[in-house]
């Protein structure tokens, strides 16, 4: 038994395949499937419903048999001669015009390189590995994953027909994976679905290896990924509306503090309590929004530097919440008053300052009845939990290999111990964790990234912000639609919501 | 004339377009002043391919030249096999329409209809090829084969779209077969590939179809056509906006499209798109290409639907 063929092919063997959804994402948010309402409320049942998901994980399949199984094929047949190699890789890349697929392909063939050539280090063969590892990061292979996957086929000699299996057979995984991260079905359901399926590879590896010409044949479904990225943005402007309402409920807090302050003169709330929370709040107003870091790209559109999924993102919008409600502060009339502070008995009832924490406590799962027991406690550790989980979610999604990325579900899981529920969604979390270790810890935390949102969790913050305006003298809730024409400024954004109560005065 | 058999032998159709010897540049003032005035200079046509180029043009205050490739019968029968070979020689502009949809009918099994483009553009240039979709009626089988050579400073806009079928017959994607290939080189080297083809299980076919009638793909590739979409090409590469449905008659998606394998240097874009209706898809193809309208001196899908 060859125990290296069965390591490649382990699901734990973090090449980042399981990030991908090979467009199953996409067709369930861009076409009327009907598997996936906007908000993720929808489950595939048995009957017509699944009969159909069936069939568009097959249209994948034969998709991925067409266009990347010949590949494979033909890289097995290069038995290991780099030239050969990289004039395939070359033909892939021109081949591959779909932006969301290349970027997956090349991401994951990069990442196979890499990983070879340290896990197999002492194999017979290890030279191969670093030829190919060398040539990848020289620059004369782009990488994609079906031609390196094929090479390192043929050094375990493999067949063409065993690596075309294998790779098919990690695609169908991917995919089912994916359906139960998008919450399709459950873990069980999707291994029956999985033996289902399986049962129609034979028949799709036995026509891919007979391909001449590499093509696509289900060219919506190739539409559809290439769309990917608006979903995406999607996605990330539900991040940015959590990160919206943690300014908003963290400004709310400390609106709440003030006002206790003030009303019961205590000096040790002013002097011990209050700095703490107020670096805490400035901690999720500031530097915290730099969520996913933009930088102009060669095409005059702005990019991200990596996508949660662990791929790249176009953006032409500034990161703040788009199309939803904002903060801004309200002008004043042209012949009015100046602004002035409002005395503390002129502000809201005291029994206001309640309302954001047990807000708060509700979303975060907490039950009514703890919260009350202590509000305080809670308010600090929500406000801790809060900032360094979506740090290290959120870092962990854009920086692969940093070490944040292992503590953001670290710290999703504490927080799930301590009765957040919501933090530690998806019944993949613990193995994806597992990637934190990994020399692709991006992956394990980039696929949790979109697992937050894809969280009945995400969909209360989407559902809370924007609709709750604070009590009292708050800033104006203004709605900006469409985004793109409204040019908005970050740091003149964050500047508006600082944490400033002579702000709100209308 | 001899010239003319013996490509007439071999091609169904020949195009050459010059820059006009006696023409400046047009008047800055005029809408497409990138290019210089042009002229056909060679124009072979047999059966049962025609082209055609309008008496009046109407782009002649752009100094665009419109060209018309028509197929006799309004289609392609089988056994029909066409080759079109235009080449547009530097510092030209030309627009390549259809009249009409294109149809491709119903064939016996096991034959094909073939359609083989070949385009050349050259330095300054620019060719918008802009037919109107190709019908594929039931068990039609039609294999579509184009190669653009592009000069490094020259402009393409191709236009290759499909309509799944008769719509007062229920037809939707039962064409027996639809292989198309679109290639595109840029001073010899392949920039772009995109090869499509539908057959085999039906089923399957009409699943992944879902309700879109149309499918197509728009490459765009130079800076004076990349200059003038840009603005289109942003508008499609922007996310939803939250709380706001896809909208799923259409999607639209735009992919960079590269000169190298180091992904460095974007040349053009790849816009992919399918709609549920036909006229949605002339509208929305015809918003994205509006730029392009203005510089062509018209839209040529103004009557078409």
């Known amino acids: 038994m060859n125990f290296d063929v069965l390591q490649l092919i382990d ?46 994980t097959l249209c994948i399949l034969e998709n991925a048999g067409c266009l990347q199984v010949p590949f494979v094929r033909d890289a097995i047949g290069a038995n290991g001669n780099i030239e050969e ?34 896990t197999f280090s002492r194999h017979p063969q290890a030279e191969c590995f670093q030829a190919l590892s060398d040539a990848v990061t020289g620059g004369r292979l782009a990488g994609h994953f079906p031609v390196v996957f094929g090479f390192v086929c043929s050094v375990f000699q493999l067949d063409a027909e065993s690596a075309a299996g294998i790779f098919l057979f990690g695609v169908l995984r991917a995919l089912i994976g994916s359906a139960v991260r998008l919450g399709l079905f459950g873990p069980i359901k999707a291994q029956e679905t999985q033996n289902n399926l399986q049962c129609r590879l034979p028949d799709l590896i036995e026509r891919s290896l007979v391909i001449t010409e590499p093509h696509i044949c289900h060219p919506v479904l190739e539409i559809a990924q290439s769309a990917h990225d608006k979903i995406l943005s999607y996605r990330v402007s539900r991040n940015n509306m959590a990160l919206g309402w943690w300014r908003c409920r963290a400004e709310h807090v400390a609106v709440a503090l003030t006002l206790l302050t003030n009303a019961f003169a205590v000096p040790e709330i002013s002097t011990q309590i209050l700095p703490p929370i107020r670096r805490l709040v400035r901690a999720v107003q500031g530097p915290g929004s730099n969520l996913v870091t933009l930088r102009p790209s060669s095409s005059g559109s702005t990019r991200t530097r990596d996508s949660l999924l662990g791929e790249q993102m176009y953006f032409d919008e500034p990161m703040v919440p788009s199309g939803h409600h904002r903060l801004v502060p309200t002008p004043p009339a042209p012949n009015s008053e100046p602004a002035v502070t ?73 927080l799930d111990g301590l009765g957040f529920r919501g933090f530690g969604m998806d019944p993949f979390g613990g193995l994806l964790d597992g990637f934190g270790g990994g020399p692709m810890a991006g992956f394990g935390a980039a696929f949790d990234g979109p697992g937050l949102m894809s969280n009945p969790f995400a969909g209360l913050f989407g559902t809370s912000f924007g609709h709750r305006s604070p009590p009292g003298n708050s800033p104006a809730v203004q709605r900006i639609n469409p985004p793109s024409q409204v040019p908005v400024d970050v740091a003149q954004h964050s500047s508006r919501t600082s944490l400033n109560t002579n702000l709100h005065t209308p | 004339m001899s010239l003319g058999n013996e490509l007439l032998s071999e091609l169904e159709g020949e195009v050459e377009v010059r820059s006009d010897d006696h023409g400046a540049y047009l008047n800055a003032t005029e809408k497409c002043h990138e290019f210089c005035c042009s002229k056909v200079s060679l124009l072979l046509s047999r059966y049962p391919m025609k082209i055609w180029i309008p008496q009046i043009n109407p782009a002649r205050r752009s100094g665009c030249t419109w060209l018309f490739g028509v197929q006799f019968g309004g289609g392609l029968v089988e056994g029909d096999n066409v080759r079109c070979k235009i080449t547009v020689q530097a510092n030209c502009c030309v627009l390549y329409a259809s009249l009409g949809q294109n149809k491709a009918y119903q064939c016996a099994v096991g034959k094909t209809v073939c359609q083989k483009n070949d385009f050349h553009v050259g330095p300054n240039s620019a060719l918008f090829v802009l037919p109107d979709p190709t019908l594929l009626q039931k068990e039609s089988a039609l294999s579509q084969y184009q190669v653009t050579r592009v000069a490094s400073n ?21 064409g027996a077969s639809l292989r198309s290939v679109n290639s595109i080189h840029m001073d010899g080297v392949e920039i772009f590939r995109d090869v499509m083809c539908l057959s085999g299980d039906l089923t399957l076919r009409r699943a992944s179809m879902g309700k879109y009638r149309v499918i197509g793909l728009c490459v765009v ?11 289109a090409i942003k508008a499609l590469s922007i996310g939803n906006s939250y709380g706001v449905a896809a909208d799923t008659n259409q999607i639209v998606a735009c992919s960079p499209l590269y000169s190298d394998c180091s992904d460095t240097v974007v040349c053009g874009h790849v816009i992919r798109f399918c709609y549920s209706t036909t006229i949605t898809a002339y509208e929305g193809v015809a918003d994205i290409l509006n730029p392009i309208f203005a510089m062509a001196g018209g839209n040529p899908f103004e009557k078409n639907y």
């Not at chain 1, 991908?20 to 489950?43: K, M, N, Y």
């Open chain 1, 11 to 56: 699901s734990a063997f973090p090449i980042g395949s399981f990030a991908h959804s090979g467009g199953l994402e996409a067709v369930c948010t861009l076409t009327d499937t009907g598997f996936r309402g906007p908000r993720g409320d929808t489950t595939i049942r048995d009957g017509p419903e699944f009969e159909k998901f069936e069939q568009w």
């Open chain 2, 154 to 174: 020259g402009n393409l806009v191709l236009l290759d779209w499909y309509i799944s079928g008769r719509e007062g017959l229920l037809e939707h994607w039962e």
């Open chain 1, 342 to 414: 409002p005395a503390p008995t002129q502000g809201p009832p005291l029994w206001s300052a309640f309302i954001p924490l047990l807000a708060m406590s509700r979303i975060a799962g907490v039950s009514k009845g703890s919260a009350e027991k202590g509000i305080l406690p809670l308010l600090m550790s929500s406000l801790a939990g809060s900032s360094n989980t979506l740090a290290g979610t959120t870092i962990g999604g854009t920086m692969p290999g940093n070490p944040l990325a292992a503590l953001g579900p670290g710290l999703g899981g504490a």
């Open chain 1, 85 to 118: 190699i990289a004039q395939l890789d070359r033909k892939l890349h021109v081949l591959m015009s779909n932006h969301v697929g290349k970027r997956a392909s090349l991401q994951q063939g990069k990442s196979l390189a890499a990983l070879v050539r340290t």
């Open chain 2, 221 to 231: 590739v130079g800076d004076v056509v990349g200059r003038h979409l840009a603005d």
